[in-house]
Structure formats: structure tokens, C-alpha cells
């Protein structure tokens, strides 16, 4: 088991180098450091010298990958591809177009994140597993064409019209909640509810289709059979043999988002206002500052590549019938 | 009259975009395998079952519907310039328009001068208004265009708009009931049947489709149409946006976008999939090992940001390049064509572990084992054996993809990332709206029409995809 790990950390060194190749070859070669300057700058009336200037103040003056300037390692090291490339391995992360710690600002931003991504998690699961539930239960029923065209056309709304609308409905006409804002504490309660019903209404279409599709592929298999053989109900077949074996694909499925979660959702935090880690990928984004973009690819990267190996150890707890070598 | 229409045509320069090529050689592509399909039993079984799904079928013509505008908005031309003084050379325009634009002339030219609300006669704000005598005043004025002809607004506007919708209504029902006339006539001589009969047959939905409920859409669609044509020319049904730009034409002209993401992306993306897909398949070994990291290491990258970046990085290199493009058309199509481009790098991955999973089932088969026996070559087992034993899947992924893109666009669009600021799209209609919610009254007319006309070419494309998933998929066979 330990020696799969580590093989697997392993092999996530080439992916990783490759994310950071293909990172630096967009940010640094389509684009010579130069253009972003002038972007930066407004297109029109940039002196060199203000060009000049924009780059040494955020180190993009050096040579791109080899500076023969130099003698001995600083050939390689004094060069933007060390400097701003290689150093996100060991997670220095430089600082943002604005002078900001890009470091601290993830860690400040990760915990608000989190905390609007979990519930959205831990209650979409619920949800979708219940509604999938039900409707299995009365599966080739009314009940369940009626169901399942609801999900469909739920499905088929937009994410930013649930947002919207939730926005209107909860905040500006009832004043339930606030429509958007943050606190710290328990404060922050109460604007966290408001993003998470959205997210779990926009989650139910495809969330409860997928999961009724799993329940049905396992009322189908033979175990299901010699259950009902036994004599037992359908109710105690259904939520004590076919809930138990439906939970691996789900769980295994939710498993590699686990990591994820620390990186938001880009839409709602940014519509909500949670300074989290998603809105200020869209606020990077918005001001075009390419340091934090380049720093949350790879952040992101490296977060996936932790779900995918989690995702392969789950699998073992979950099913002791495979084993890991 | 006729000759004018001629002489106007033959006026116009025609532009061909990217996306416009690739829009039409993806229909030729439709239209090429359908005639090559024809008379091919095995081609077209499971067709014939999509073609006998309801609802699978009601979606096929709100799509047909929506494919049609969006044809006829590829279709770009630049109007010439009113030639003044004698000169040899004729000057084109440098807006680009579409045969759409041309079709929708009053919509897009009846501009107000800021927002009004849906089948309003006067401004949604108030302005200072001179009188006569010199003094000022504060009131809401009257549209340039909408409900224009109208003496007495606040009377008249119910009756006239009672009037023209029931008069649109029943040309459209008319036609509606001549073109079923006609088809119908159509249907019995094909089935050699008369023509009550087949009337009968259709009405209980005894035949092989079920044209009863694709008749009943189609006359819906035009009763709609139909409406919508004699009242868009005195109102604005949708309303305005903030520059006056009435919101139905924007709703209508971002029907293309949509539909070329929702279509080119994938097509974009096929090559790569189908290809390294059915070789990491079939060869295995090191090439498998070199296709599969490639692809981890693609999806490893976050969706949003990899297409942020990407986007980003394109927007500066068309702003420090102006040179390249001639027209705004031709700088906001270059975008949508590398939006669909990013897109399609970002999603082939799936596609492409679907259909090495496929193949790698297969290359033991008997029948692969038989043709290598023979010598057939790799490439040609490949593209010969493998290639349309695996179709299915990607029909089914190509389908279902669709309206998950459409949606994305929105998302994309308000980020920032998505298509160019000048180009009609919902996103960017769903965008530029979204901070007149906080307006008191809000201004909500922009948003209803983006999403209604997405929500139901999406829930179109969700349904027709379930049609093609249960014909096609060979696991939800019979259930």
C-alpha cells in the first residue's frame, strides 16, 4: 500500500512538470513579456521606457530561458523560466501584479472556500441520493417519467439564472439573507445558506439522474434477484443491498473533488461575494494579473492530481476486493 | 421591384469567416453521410429508433428551427458604400452582416435610446423634456419606434396589440394547416394510401414517426413566429437594452454563437480524440503510457482556468496584432474560433479515455485477430475495423456534450473568458444585465429572453440526446 503511494506521488512529478511547461509556454512565449507590458499599460503612448520599467518591478526583464549574461548556475537560474516557473514546485509563489503576497492571499482566501463548498458537497449528496432513491423506488411509474422530466428540465436552466433568481427571490423581495458579503465566526452563517440552496437546486438535475441511472444498472445485476427470491421487500432490497453496492461509484466519484473543494466555485463566490478562492481567481482574471492565474493552475493541478490518488485508495476501503499494487 | 432585390444582391460582398467555413462544412458533413446512409440497413437502424422517440422527435424540430436561423446568420456579406463622385472602385462597408441582418432589417434598426420596457410606447426613465414656451419639464417620452403609430397610447395599446397578435396568430395557423394539407397529401401518395386514411393514421399516431406531435410543434412554432412577426415591426417585444438596441434581435443573433460552440468545439476536438484514443488502444505500450499522460496531464489543468489563460493570452496577441484582421466581425470570430478550440482541448479528454477503454476491449476480438492474420496494416484495421465499431460512442459523447457547452458559454462569458464583448451572445446579454438587477424598477427583460431562448434549446438538446443515447447506447437496450 505504501509503496503504491509512493509510486504514485511519483508519477505525478512528469504530470506536474508538464502543467508547468504548458503554463509557462502560454504565459511566456505566445506573448513576450513585452506585450503584457503594454497591455498593462494601454496599448497606445507606452514609452519603452515604461515597459522597461513594469518589468523589472515584477523580475519579467530577465532573459526567458537562458541568460548569457551570467556565469556558472545563474546562466539558468537568473532567467524567468527559474524564476517564475520552477519556483512554484517548492510553493513560492511570488507576489501579484498589485505587490501581494500570493501565498498568503490563497491561504486567507482557501478557508471561505471551503466553507461554501463542503455543505454544498456534504447536502448535494444527500439530496441527490435521496431524490435518485425515490425515484427508483417507483421506477417505470408516473412518479418516475414525471420525476425524471423535472430533472431534465432542471438540468437544462441555466447556473446563472438559479443565481440570479435566488438573489432576487431570497434577498431583495423576502430579506431572508443578505444578498451577498461575508463574515468570519458564526456570522458567516447566514450568508453562506443563500449560495448553498442555489447550488444544491442547480446540482439536483444531474445529480439525481446519474445517481438513478447507478441505482437502476445495480436493481438490474443477479444479487438483486436472489434478494427478492429470498423474499425479502423491496424496501429493505433496496436501502440495505442496492444502496450499499451504489454507494462505491458515488463515493469514489465524489472522492476526487475532495481536494477541489478548497478551490470554490468561480460563479457563485464571485456572485455572492465570498472572498474566496474562486472570486479571486475571477478578479485575476477581470484585472488580467497573470501571476495569480499561473500560480492557480498550478494549484489547481496539484490539487487533482491529490483526488486522483485518493480516488485509487478509497477504491480499497470501499471494495475489499480490489487491492493496490 | 424585382430588379432592385437583384441589383442589391449583386451588390453585396460576400465575407466568409472561419467559423462560417467550418459551420458549412459541417453540414455538408450531415447532409454528405445521411445520402450515404441511404439504402444502408445497419446505418440506419438505430436512426429509425431516434426517429420513432416523441419526444426525441418534438426536440429534433425546435433544433431544426434554431439550426435554420443560425445558417442563415453564417452567411456574411458587407453592404457596398453609396458610391459618391465617379470613382472606378467600389468601397464596402466595414460592418459585416449576415443574410439574417438583412432578414431582420426593422429589428435591427429600430433603435430607442436607452432601456424600454417589453411592448412600451414611452422610455423606461425619465427625461427633461423644452417646451414650447421655454420651460422644463420632467416626464417619460415617447419611443421612436415602438407603438410609434399609435395616437392614443394608453387607450389604443391593448386593442392594437390584441389585434395584430390574433392576426399574426391566424396567418400563421393558415399556413400551418396548408402545409400540413400538403404534407399529408404527400405522405399518402409515398404510402399509397388515401388521403383521409393517412390523416387518420397520423391523428392517432399509427405511422412509424410521430408526426402528430411533430405536426402540433411546428404549428406552435409558427403560430409563434407568425405572432411575433406582426408585432416586432410596431413594438419591441422584448424591450430594449440600455443603448435602445431592441433585446429580440439580440436574442435571435446570439443563436449562432451558441450553436457554433455548441457544435464546432467538439468538431474541433474529434480528430485528436478519435485518433490518439483508438491508437493508445490498440498499440498499448509506451504509446498508450504517452497518450494517457498527455491527456492526465490536460485534465489536471482546471477547465475555467486553462481556458482563462488561454483566452487571455489571445486576447493580447489580437490586441498587439490589429494588422491581422480587416473587420470586427473577422477579430471576434478569430476568438469564438479559439474559444471553441480551447474548449474542445478541454474536454477531449474524456472522449478520448472512453474510446481507448473501447478499442482495447476490441483489439482482441476475432475479427481484429482475423484481419491482422491477413496483414492488413495498423492504420487501415484502425480506420477500417476499429474506427466505426466505435462510432457510436462518439455520437452519443458528441450529443451529450452539446447542451452542456451551450450552458458553459454563459458561465465563460461572465467571467470574462468567453466570446468577444461585440458579438451577440447570451452570456454576454446574461452579463452586461446582471447589474441592472440592482436598478429600482429592475430592468429584467434582457435576462428573460437569454434564458428562455436557451432554456429551450438546451432542454431540446438534453431530450434529443436521451433519444440518440437509448437508440445507440447498446447497455440501456431495453429498459
Known sequence: MLAYIIRRLLYAIPILIGVNLITFMLFFIVNTPDDMARMQLGMKHVTPQAIEKWKAERGYDKPVLYNQAENGMAVITNTIFYEKSLRLFVFEFGFADDGRDIAHDIYQRMWPSLAIALPILIFGLLTNITVAMLLAFFRASYIDVAGVITLVGLMSISSLFYIISGQFLIGKL???????????????????????????LYGIGSGGRWYRTIFLEEIGKDYVRTARAKGLSERIVLFRHVLKNAMIPILTGVVVLLPLLFMGSLILESFFGVPGLGSYVIDAIRAQDFAIVRVMVFVGSILYIIGLILTDISYTFVDPRIRLS | MLAENIAYFSSLKPVLLWTDALVFILAIVIIGFAWYAHGKEYLQAPWRKVFTSRTGMVSVVVIAVYTTVALLDSIHVREALENKGDQEEIYYSVNVISFLDLALGPLKNQAEKTYSAPFATHLYAKETVELPGGAN????????????????????????????GLSGLTAGLLLWVILVACFIWKLARYDRAGFMMTFKNILHGRCRAPWHVMLLTTGMILALIAMVISLAGHYHIFGTDKVGQDVLYQTIKSIRTALVIGTLTTLVMLPFALMLGIMAGYFRGWIDDLIQYLYTTLNSIPGVLLIASFILMLQVYIDTHPDLFDTDASRADMRLLFLCIILGVTSWTGLCRL????????????????????????S??????????????????????????VLAEAVLSYVGVGVDPSMHSWGNMINSARLEMARDPMVWWSLLAAFVFMFILVLAANLFSDAVRDAFDPRVKNR
Do not use: C, W
Not at chain 1, 179 to 198: C, E, H, Q, R, W
Not at chain 2, 142 to 160: T, W
Open chain 2, 380 to 405: 487501415r484495421i484502425m480506420s477500417r475495423h476499429l474506427l466505426p465499431n466505435v462510432m457510436h460512442i462518439v455520437l452519443i459523447t458528441v450529443v451529450l456534450d452539446f447542451s452542456g457547452l
Open chain 1, 174 to 200: 423576502l430579506h431572508l439573507v443578505p444578498i451577498s458579503g461575508y463574515d468570519t465566526g458564526l456570522n458567516a452563517l447566514k450568508f453562506i445558506v443563500l449560495p448553498v440552496l442555489v447550488a444544491l
Open chain 2, 355 to 378: 474510446l481507448r477503454g473501447e478499442t482495447m476491449k476490441m483489439r482482441t476480438a476475432e475479427f481484429i485477430q482475423a484481419a491482422s492474420a491477413f496483414g492488413v496494416r495498423h
Open chain 2, 137 to 164: 419639464i420632467r416626464l417619460y417620452p415617447r419611443l421612436k419606434y415602438g407603438g410609434a403609430h399609435l395616437e392614443n397610447p394608453v387607450q389604443d395599446k391593448s386593442r392594437d396589440i390584441m389585434v395584430r
